[in-house]
């Protein structure tokens, strides 16, 4: 029997130009820390995308930890969840001793049910006990329906955490997809829609957050003139 030629999910395309780009920066001697290069590639980024912040992290992994975590998602807590998705919509949750709770897909666009969300969050408040956050994803850069979501949201008030992994440049009613939760999270791996072979970026309209979350991505290191933490980070910089 003939196989078929495999279509991949999203090939990396480059042009040329970023090698050019990379040789420049490998010039200017600078690639550790943060540079102008990555800074000024948060900044194109969030307008972009419509947000006031973006931080540029390692992963989209670690983007979805960082949000999760100034969700204030603690050990034992539930956090609602998407089932089609990659592991990698989860694991945060885990890291940080949450409880997945997954909510099954719509037929529409495959992404997570907001019927199903909808009874789950009646249900839970009814037991006094609702879950943490809700992680949404945009499954192959098809939003979610945001308008249903958000409307569940407004009347819960459970944090929305938006996983935009698959789904840079994709819109939702005119906005783009990461910026319509309280988070969003973007990866820029070698499948995704840009790819810097690595990295990821968490973006917010709220400035406190994404200084907290820069504050955890570089090792949560107090501001004093020797090294002492309060708290444990992570190593997340891109």
Known sequence: MKREARVYLSPPHLT?????????VLDSNWIAPFGPEVRTFEREFSERVGVDHALAVSSGTAALHLALQLAGVQQGDHVLCSTLTFIASANPIVYLGGIPAFIDSEPDSWN???????????KRAQRGKLPQAI???????????YDRLLSIYERY???????????????YKGRSVGSLGQFGAFSFNGNKIITASQGGMLVSNDPKSIEAANFLASQAKDPAAHYQHSTAGYNYTM
């Open 157 to 171: 008030e459970v944090p929305v955490v938006e996983d935009a992994a698959e789904a840079l440049g994709a819109t």
């Open 135 to 145: 992680v949404v994803v945009d499954v192959f850069g098809q939003s979610a329906d």
């Open 112 to 122: 997570i049910d907001p019927d199903l969300v909808e009874a789950e969050l009646e």
């Open 16 to 24: 040329g130009t970023e090698g050019q780009r990379v040789q420049r």
